[in-house]
């Protein structure tokens, strides 16, 4: 049984080592090249392929693997809003993710990132480095007088709320799925509308549909209080940025922690030093002190890369010998 790992990074590279230990049987090939229409051919003679890159996954390159006999990919990550899955059907390819590698990187950066906001420490750090070690007017809110609005209550959104309610925030939730316990704990509202008429904080712990797109809106944020304070690591595109940035302006937003951007993936994990990088949005988002931007780390965790790895190796070898496997993604 012969996997390739497309685009393997260096920090990954000692837990695909210790894989290959576990699993001695399968024989695994590693190349730091990201899967597309040039790189596709390096998979013919290969069982499955293991990936995980932010660009689409375009239809030629599944075309080409099926081609090659190729059907079972696994994602090392959990987002499947790059691959097309019309395409996916029809050439009968089986995908995996992995739906949980680690929900607590993701949620405990999220919220470190609202501390981070309420503390207001870009200011702090700005007003530092010009030698100006005045308290004011940088006054700061406390995280326990929040009502934290959390929008998708799956296994991060779950792990956020738990940490919130350790600190003593008021939590409120909203999901079309309700999670039995929240559900006796009565943190849900019926609706959106209401969490944008409660919350002093809204976070989005969702995937991105087509239907989820731009969900954060202008009618969205006219429906928030007035100061509210938006935290996104789910994915860029649920927010419409422009909108954003007139709320922004305004006053109805306070500030925001982005770790994700509608357009990020022509900069976000890339080297962008001394390089020209049009997105005008960033520019206006950034310069901002009470905006934090991060660029997709909130994942980046020694847990959550051992996991990704680690699971889409063991799902791809299920997929292979099996023909499936409980990480199988349902395209709808
Ligand atoms: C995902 O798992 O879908 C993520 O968003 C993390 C990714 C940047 C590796």
């Known amino acids: 049984m012969k996997i ?6 260096e920090d990954e590279k000692p837990f695909v080592k210790e894989w290959e230990q576990e699993n001695p049987e ?3 090939e590693i190349t730091d090249k990201l899967l ?3 790189t596709v051919a390096m998979a013919k003679g290969f069982d499955g392929v293991v990936v995980y890159q932010q660009k689409p996954y375009t239809d030629a390159v599944f075309e080409k693997l099926d081609s090659y006999g190729i059907h079972n990919v696994s994602l090392r990550n959990v987002g499947v809003d790059n691959m097309n899955p019309a395409t996916v059907k029809k050439y009968g390819f089986k995908v995996t993710n992995v739906p949980v590698y680690s929900p607590a990187a993701i949620a405990e950066f999220s919220v470190t990132q609202l501390m981070n906001l309420l503390r207001r420490t870009k200011e702090y750090f700005h007003k530092f480095e010009r030698g100006d070690f005045r308290w004011a007017p940088q006054i700061s809110q406390e995280l ?11 296994h991060i959104g779950r792990v956020a709320i738990d940490i919130y309610k350790g600190f003593g925030a008021k939590v409120i939730a909203y999901d079309v799925y309700h999670n039995p316990e929240l559900e006796k704990e009565g943190l849900y509202v019926d609706t959106l509308d209401e969490l944008y008429a409660k919350a002093t904080v809204v976070t989005l712990h969702i995937p991105l549909f087509p239907s989820t797109e731009h969900m954060l809106n202008k009618v969205a944020f006219d429906k928030m209080r007035d100061g509210v304070f938006i935290v996104n690591a789910s994915r860029g595109p649920l927010i419409d940025e422009q909108a954003l940035i007139n709320a922004l302006d305004s006053g109805k937003v306070a500030g925001a922690a982005l770790d994700v951007l509608e357009d990020e993936t022509k900069v976000f994990n890339h080297n962008m030093v001394g390089k020209n990088m049009t997105y005008p949005e960033f520019w206006n988002l950034n310069s901002r002190e009470n905006v934090l931007i991060s660029p997709h780390t909130a994942f980046y965790t020694n847990i959550a890369v051992q996991n990704m790895v680690k699971f889409s190796l063991s799902a791809n070898k299920d997929l292979i010998e099996t023909g499936t496997s409980d990480k199988l993604v349902k395209f709808d």
């Open 144 to 154: 326990n007088q929040q009502t934290v609005g959390v929008i998708g209550t799956g």
């Open 26 to 28: 399968v024989e695994v």
């Open 36 to 38: 597309d229409e040039e």
């Open 4 to 9: 390739l790992a497309y685009g393997i990074r």
